[in-house]
């Protein structure tokens, strides 16, 4: 059964902790992608116990239209054990938090690759919450073939530059930017940081200013937030009929200089409409597949 591709999965929800009536509500969320944490969210003691969830929970999450992703601890720590329990479930993702350079990554496909008994058909994605790994996400991203997208932290990253946390988020402004910057240029998909308030009103705000800054995609750790998620990081019929404008008064044009409501189009601003149009148009393709 085909997987959403990466580049169309808009919303990665965390859940965490060995309940299995929440962790199976998380999958009817309509989030793209769910992730069974197992680092920050789940208890040592509690750990065994989700783990065993494993082989329920991806199928399930899969039959409702979610990638099943998991976030295993640190190699040094669990995390070995994380990926012995959880890699014969056949997760479609392995995370890797506090990755501060390229070489936790080869060291992760290394170990997915021992314990499967080969080299694993598994999309690795890791997180970057240190200052160090910042600096880094470019090599990070470069690691693995395997590697797919990059995901930046919020709190981790706030508390390692010792950033006052505020709800604007201008803190992490600079690590967000950075982030998509180096992950465009590795050509991977870039995932924002976590809106770990409440508010959708915020939610909203963040997205829209997450989207502005290149993003299509972001996590998150609340249900609720998936559809205000969605509803920015989906092409809107507004924006797509201007797209539509923007290229047919260029494919009209006769002359290399094109306006259009008193704005000069320039060849970005018409591959942009172009691109927004086929994204669109993939989107509707993964609805009616």
């Known amino acids: ?31 793209d992608v769910v992730i069974l944490e197992l680092e920050d969210f789940t208890r040592p003691a509690q750990r065994p116990a989700a783990r065993a969830l494993a082989a329920e929970l991806f199928p399930a999450w899969r039959a409702a239209g979610a990638v099943a992703a998991v976030r295993v601890n640190p190699l040094a720590g669990d995390g070995m054990d994380d990926l012995r329990a959880v890699l014969p479930a056949g997760p479609d993702v392995v995370m890797l938090p506090k990755v501060d350079g390229p070489e936790r990554i080869h060291e992760l496909a290394q170990a997915v690759d021992s314990i499967a008994g080969g080299r694993a058909a598994v999309e690795l994605v890791p997180n970057v919450e240190l200052a160090r790994g910042l600096m880094q996400t470019f090599d990070v991203a470069q690691a693995d073939p395997r590697v797919t997208a990059c995901l930046v932290a919020s709190e981790d990253m706030a508390a390692d530059l010792g950033a006052e946390r505020g709800r604007d988020g201008t803190e992490l402004l600079y690590v967000r930017q950075r982030f998509h910057l180096e992950c465009r240029a590795a050509g991977v998909v870039s995932i924002d940081c976590p809106y770990t308030y409440t508010d959708l009103d915020g939610l909203e705000a963040e997205t829209r200013h997450a989207k502005r800054l290149g993003y299509t995609a972001k996590s998150l750790v609340r249900p609720d937030h998936v559809g205000p998620i969605h509803e920015v990081l989906t092409p ?41 149009l086929a994204r669109a148009a993939e989107f509707d393709a993964w609805a009616g597949r």
């Open 1 to 31: 059964m085909a997987i959403r591709p990466p580049h169309l999965r808009r919303s990665w929800l965390f859940t965490g902790g060995a309940d299995r009536d929440t962790q199976l509500r998380a999958g009817a969320s309509g989030a």
């Open 236 to 276: 809107s019929p507004d924006a797509l009929d201007q797209s539509r404008r923007i290229v047919d008064a260029f494919d009209r044009a006769e002359t290399a200089h094109v306006e259009l409501d008193g704005v000069m189009l320039e060849l970005p601003m018409i591959s942009n409409a172009r691109r927004l």
